[in-house]
């Protein structure tokens, strides 16, 4: 299994530009989740899904869409990129919504100019 | 806002040593976990210790959980250089019985282990 993974690795955006991240994992959890870590914050849930075609907003989801239209895959789009979304971008999975630990992807380190 | 709060900051330990973490939240909770992040990569799951256990063992790692309190603590026996990490912890907020998954973190401890 190659767990959780995300693409691209890193990326650097002009204020404006829009982009999708990349998050597939083949465990076939029914949770998945987007975080975003930056410097001295931990991290923080930007939005969640609980099975294929149920999305829900976390903490910080303002500028950012999400969909899930198959169990393996949960892009993460940004529609108009601005400077206060740099940051490192985390997806994780679950086998169900809750009491159970989530396994993490490696990241996507993100810049926006 | 930050569900857990986590102390110290920062530990600096020489190898052989204990090493212990604390977290304090402000809700309940339906679990807490443990997470450890290598510097630059994704995070990994340490240990899960639910509402009604207190303490909680895996190789070296040792969990406790007073509810009463709102805190849990992290103890690494036998540290070695390889622990040299940032650790987390995470809430699993009980929203009325129920369990979304909906983890929130503290800020982190950076343990750094010296040979």
């Known amino acids: 299994n190659a767990g959780v993974t995300q693409t691209p690795k890193f990326q650097v955006l002009k204020t404006g530009q829009s982009m999708t991240l990349q998050c597939a994992q083949d465990?076939?959890?029914?949770?998945m989740s987007w975080y975003r870590q930056d410097p001295g914050m931990g991290l923080r849930l930007i939005h969640y899904s609980v099975g294929a075609g149920i999305t829900d907003q976390g903490e910080v989801p303002n500028g950012y869409n999400v969909s899930r239209s198959t169990t393996e895959d949960f892009p993460l789009r940004l529609l108009s990129a601005a400077p206060s979304q740099t940051s490192v971008y985390f997806c994780a999975s679950s086998y169900s919504r809750g009491g159970n630990e989530q396994f993490f992807g490696p990241g996507t380190r993100l810049t926006v100019l | 806002s930050q569900q857990g709060e986590e102390d110290p900051q920062a530990l600096s330990i020489q190898e052989g040593e204990n090493a212990t973490m604390n977290c304090s939240y402000k809700?309940?909770?339906?679990?807490l976990q443990w997470y450890r992040q290598n510097s630059g990569r994704g995070l990994v799951h340490l240990i899960l210790?639910?509402?009604?256990?207190r303490e909680k063992h895996s190789g070296r790692l040792r969990v406790t959980l007073d509810t009463s309190k709102k805190s849990s603590s992290l103890l690494i026996t036998a540290s070695r250089a390889a622990d040299t990490a940032s650790y987390f912890c995470a809430t699993d907020v009980n929203a009325g019985g129920t369990s979304y998954g909906k983890l929130t973190f503290g800020q982190g401890t950076i343990l750094t282990v010296h040979p």
């Open positions: 809700t309940s909770i339906n679990n």
């Open positions: 210790i639910r509402s009604n256990e």
């Open positions: 465990m076939n959890h029914e949770y």
